[in-house]
């Protein structure tokens, strides 16, 4: 025992020293490295030690509905950024968990015109990304981080909506898949994926990105995953069984120590339900249960959960529940949320372009 807590301390003062990209890395070494890197305490020591900040990207639309109020939320412990430097008029998109955004802005030459941008707020960098097929309208998009060793390697995945197809006379519902990638510089449109007719995606939830794989709650309570190293789409279960996922209201997915996670409302006694996936795609966790009197105090019908480096967070309808210290904080209702954490460190986010 004295042996464990002295090599967990020796190993505690290693990570709380190293970059934010070694430490994503050991995060993926093993489950005893996972855990601990997500340990309060080192978290805390981590962020005194090196020039980390974390917290939430807040977006509201201003009283121009083509302007949007840009606010830095920053977890405990953090520093805090200005967003001022970003355009009245930028919409951001998607983040990752290296701390870079994507977001979309009008272009000013050409009316009804819109520009694609990549962006490291903490370091102020901005570069204008090449336009995938705008007149096709967006869905779902995402931006992970492939790679980082030696240089920064992301993509950015892009759905937008098509038209029905029927094929062995099937109708299926279909959206265009395009992917940015850093290496090249360009957009690749991928064949189109293909659901269902009576399955489409869950537009008003989030987007939740881990460990290079984006994840996407279908309307049927199936998810939808993509692999940016393989480029493939795939779909699995959550672990609301079919026959009963009508029982449950406000269903969503969420990340939890870097784990895909999936919560729900009964309708039936009003209780919350959260669940974390192993490392098998087939295996669910039950982790944590909301009873009714807890949920009842929230009174609130929309739900997103972000896992924020140092507490888990749950915003609901404007609403912060840490639910490990059970502290409870109001916020507007009418922002939109983005984890976000980074170092201060410039990076080059045109790999590949050429000049």
Same mark, same amino acid.
Request: aromatic share 12%; with cysteine.
């Given at each position: 025992?004295? !042996?464990?807590?002295?090599?967990?301390?020796?190993?505690?003062?290693?990570?709380?020293?190293?970059?934010?990209?070694?430490?994503?890395?050991?995060?993926?070494?093993?489950?005893?490295?996972?855990?601990?890197?997500?340990?309060?305490?080192?978290?805390?020591?981590?962020?005194?030690?090196?020039?980390?900040?974390?917290?939430?990207?807040?977006?509201?639309?201003?009283?121009?509905?083509?302007?949007?109020?840009?606010?830095?939320?920053?977890?405990?412990?953090?520093?805090?950024?200005?967003?001022?430097?970003?355009?009245?008029?930028?919409?951001?998109?998607? =983040?990752?968990?290296?701390?870079?955004?994507?977001?979309? =802005?009008?272009?000013?030459? !050409?009316?009804? #015109?819109?520009?694609?941008?990549?962006?490291?707020?903490?370091?102020?960098?901005?570069?204008?990304?090449?336009?995938?097929?705008?007149?096709?309208?967006?869905?779902?998009?995402?931006?992970?981080?492939?790679?980082?060793?030696?240089?920064?390697?992301?993509?950015?995945?892009?759905?937008?909506?098509?038209?029905?197809?029927?094929?062995?006379?099937?109708?299926?519902?279909?959206?265009?898949?395009?992917?940015?990638?850093?290496?090249?510089?360009?957009?690749?449109?991928?064949?189109?994926?293909?659901?269902?007719? =009576?399955? #489409?995606?869950?537009?008003?939830?989030?987007?939740?990105?881990?460990?290079?794989?984006?994840?996407?709650?279908?309307?049927?309570?199936?998810?939808?995953?993509?692999? #940016?190293?393989?480029?493939?789409?795939?779909?699995?279960?959550?672990?609301?069984?079919?026959?009963?996922?009508?029982?449950?209201?406000?269903?969503?997915?969420?990340?939890?120590?870097?784990?895909?996670?999936?919560?729900?409302?009964?309708?039936?006694?009003?209780?919350?339900?959260?669940?974390?996936?192993?490392?098998?795609?087939?295996?669910?966790?039950?982790?944590?249960?909301?009873?009714?009197?807890?949920?009842?105090?929230?009174?609130?019908?929309?739900?997103?959960?972000?896992?924020?480096?140092?507490?888990?967070?749950?915003?609901?309808?404007?609403?912060?529940?840490?639910?490990?210290?059970?502290?409870?904080?109001?916020? #507007?209702?009418?922002?939109?949320?983005?984890?976000?954490?980074?170092?201060?460190?410039?990076?080059?986010?045109?790999?590949?372009?050429?000049?």
């Amino acid at each position: 025992m004295e !042996f464990k807590l002295c090599d967990d301390m020796v190993k505690t003062e290693i990570l709380s020293r190293t970059s934010l990209k070694t430490l994503d890395v050991m995060r993926c070494i093993s489950k005893e490295f996972q855990k601990l890197t997500y340990e309060p305490y080192l978290l805390d020591l981590y962020k005194q030690r090196n020039d980390i900040v974390s917290g939430f990207l807040m977006q509201k639309c201003g009283l121009e509905c083509s302007e949007y109020i840009h606010k830095f939320a920053p977890s405990r412990g953090s520093k805090s950024i200005d967003l001022g430097f970003l355009p009245r008029n930028a919409r951001i998109l998607a =983040s990752s968990e290296q701390g870079i955004i994507v977001f979309q =802005s009008p272009y000013t030459r !050409f009316s009804g #015109s819109i520009s694609y941008y990549v962006c490291k707020p903490a370091t102020k960098q901005i570069v204008p990304l090449p336009n995938p097929r705008t007149r096709y309208t967006t869905e779902k998009i995402a931006i992970v981080v492939v790679g980082s060793n030696p240089v920064l390697h992301y993509k950015i995945v892009r759905l937008s909506s098509s038209n029905s197809v029927k094929r062995r006379g099937e109708f299926y519902r279909t959206y265009r898949c395009e992917i940015f990638d850093s290496t090249t510089w360009v957009w690749k449109l991928m064949d189109l994926l293909m659901l269902p007719s =009576s399955v #489409s995606l869950d537009v008003s939830r989030p987007v939740i990105t881990t460990r290079g794989s984006i994840y996407m709650l279908l309307l049927n309570n199936d998810i939808l995953k993509f692999d #940016s190293y393989s480029e493939k789409w795939s779909t699995f279960s959550s672990p609301i069984q079919d026959r009963d996922y009508e029982l449950y209201t406000s269903r969503q997915l969420v990340k939890h120590d870097g784990r895909l996670g999936y919560f729900c409302k009964s309708s039936i006694n009003g209780g919350c339900e959260f669940w974390v996936l192993g490392t098998d795609v087939e295996s669910w966790e039950k982790i944590y249960v909301f009873n009714k009197e807890e949920s009842e105090d929230i009174n609130a019908r929309k739900l997103e959960l972000f896992d924020d480096p140092n507490a888990r967070v749950m915003i609901w309808t404007g609403v912060f529940l840490f639910y490990k210290e059970k502290t409870i904080v109001s916020n #507007s209702s009418d922002d939109q949320m983005f984890i976000y954490r980074s170092d201060f460190e410039p990076i080059n986010l045109k790999l590949g372009k050429q000049e």
